[in-house]
């Protein structure tokens, strides 16, 4: 199999257009308490059945901060976002358009990306109409940004209606869920990611196999791609977070890396099998966390401090941990956990979070 360089990968990186937004490397830690956290719900009778002694059913667990990127509270858009705006810019426009969920990630990051840029920034919110305007949004407004709230199904003529008052004007508008850009950014920002990995897990002697785990989307796709050009043995597990089916995410996961890997010249795309999808972890609908995801939430937290988002992070590893206690994730592989931010909406759940807490028997870690 030919694989290509470090080298290689970081020149044609160096050639894309870029506008700086993120705090670069982000952090690698071992979370060995939270790892000793999930043994401790595992029940005996499912340890010895397994291994006939008390060996370790949980993989050690590193987590790549994505988190700590910096800029608005951070996250994996300050990575995808970089290569966005530098496009925005040279292409003289003036204006964003942004159509995104309620609870969206991508809404805030671009709304500090514009502050940064000095570029307006105009984002049609869609549905949840009455919900307060808190997380994300808050940020958004705070950062400056115009913000329309409609029905998902008007979506599409408020963004015509608002691109042609601007058009009117003598202005340049981005309209951003139609630009192909925005599909690429987020995978050249995770290879990229790759780059510092490789070097991070070798520093710690970590060599061999490695499973990655994180949302299914361009940051996971974007390391396993990198992994792919390199020939290491990594893989990775992409978890759904919103009901949909596995071969539409593979065909997206493909075209994609089909693109980036034309870009910076590299051998090979993602092929179905590449990533491994888990889609029985969603919950009811996109938006609305279901108890395993409160119970992952407060586990990393009181065992790490490490505070995961409702929405993707703490669905990743409610996955993770559902995975582990069902014997599916081989204990002897590294995984590395992909906490890819969502802070904000945190605090657009407090009611929930709060509430679950008497639900939640803290495993005892004293004296670990
Ligand atoms: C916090 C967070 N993690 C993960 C994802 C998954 O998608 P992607 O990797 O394409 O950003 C999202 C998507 O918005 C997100 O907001």
Redesign the pocket.
Known sequence: MQTVTRNHIATALERLPRFRLSHLDTPLEDAPRLRRAIEATIPVAANESRNGKTNSLAPRILIKREDTTGLAFG???GR?FEFTTAHILENGYDTVINVNDYH???ARFIAAACARAGLRYILVSLDNLDEPLTGNLLLCKLMGTEIHRVPADYADKMVDRLKDDLVAEGKKPFVLPREKIVDLS?VYG?VEAGLELEHQLHEIGVTGPVRFW????????GVRLYAKNRGLPWSATAVM?SPGAEETFNEIAARRSQGVAERLNLPYALEEGDLDLLTEYTGPAYGVPFDGVFEAMYMAAKSEALIL?V???GMAMAALIGEIREGRVDPSVPVVFLH???LPQVFAFAEEISDFSSSFSSPDLSGD
């Open positions: 996250g994996n858009k995808h969206s990630n991508q987020g995770f994180g949302l299914g989307g361009r940051s996971i796709s977070y988002d929405n993707y992070t890819t931010g969502g």
